[in-house]
């Protein structure tokens, strides 16, 4: 099996909590990190630009990802420049499309042609891969990030969609694939196997990674003495 160390596709940690987020940048295999509304609703986030303006204190030297969170693209855009303003290493996250279906294809070629770095994100589709890097300056970094983790909670696949959105992004040398939304620690050698570019991962499945490789024999073993220590602490008597 391939070890972290020597896997191709970079790691992102994907987190809110302040604590988590510089744990986590601390380690050399965290290449970058990303974040968006719904995990800052979690962790207790009131004043979106304090938290952001403190992490950017803290993390200058790796990607980090902000999203706006308006639904007017005029205002999508005035938060998206401002945002942008923070700091070299901050991307912009903008969804594919509004809460009404309207696409971002219009605002993310208008920003890209103002070179601000993008993360276009809650991808699902290969025809939403295929607008999204044509409206993509190809020469400005950027992220094109599907939720291969959502699409396989329908029941489908998301290596085969992957595999394909990694040649689209072969037009655009400037932009990069993120498998997001991982839902297991295999998702990452997935993600590797295919040339995915980059995988967001959460820091529950991060903290998995020491099982990287473990002899399964000794993993039955642990499991097995869970269950007996789990019941014998609880008193199970029949």
């Keep these: 099996m391939t ?17 988590g987020m510089l744990e986590m940048y601390a380690k050399p295999f965290i290449k970058g990190l990303t974040t968006n509304p719904t995990l800052m609703k979690k962790a207790g986030i009131t004043d979106y630009r304090a938290f952001c303006k403190d992490i950017l204190t803290s993390i200058a ?9 308006s639904d ?3 205002e999508m855009e005035a938060q998206a420049l401002e945002i942008a303003s923070w700091g070299d290493n901050v991307y912009v996250k903008i969804p594919v ?3 009404k279906q309207e696409t971002a294809y219009a605002l993310i070629k208008k920003l890209a042609a103002k ?10 589709t290969l025809s939403q891969v295929r607008d999204v890097v044509a409206a993509l300056d190809p020469n400005v970094p950027s992220y094109v990030s599907v939720f291969a983790g959502r699409i396989a909670d329908t029941g489908r696949d998301p290596v085969p969609l992957m595999a394909a959105a990694v040649e689209m992004l072969k037009v655009a040398p400037a932009a990069e694939l993120i498998w997001a939304s991982p839902r ?8 590797d196997g295919i040339g995915c570019h980059v995988i967001t991962v959460t820091n529950d499945i991060l903290k998995k990674l020491s099982l990287v490789g473990y002899d399964l024999d000794e993993y039955s073993l642990d499991t097995v003495k869970m269950f007996y220590n789990d019941a014998t602490s609880a008193g199970f008597k029949l």
């Design 3 to 19: 070890k972290v160390e020597a896997l191709n596709v970079k790691i992102f940690a994907d987190g809110a909590d302040k604590a």
């Design 61 to 69: 030297d790796k990607p980090l990802s902000f999203e706006v969170f």
């Design 72 to 74: 007017d693209f005029a």
């Design 97 to 99: 499309t509004n809460t």
């Design 115 to 124: 070179k601000v770095k993008l993360n276009v994100t809650a991808i699902m």
């Design 184 to 191: 297991e620690l295999l998702n990452i050698f997935q993600a």
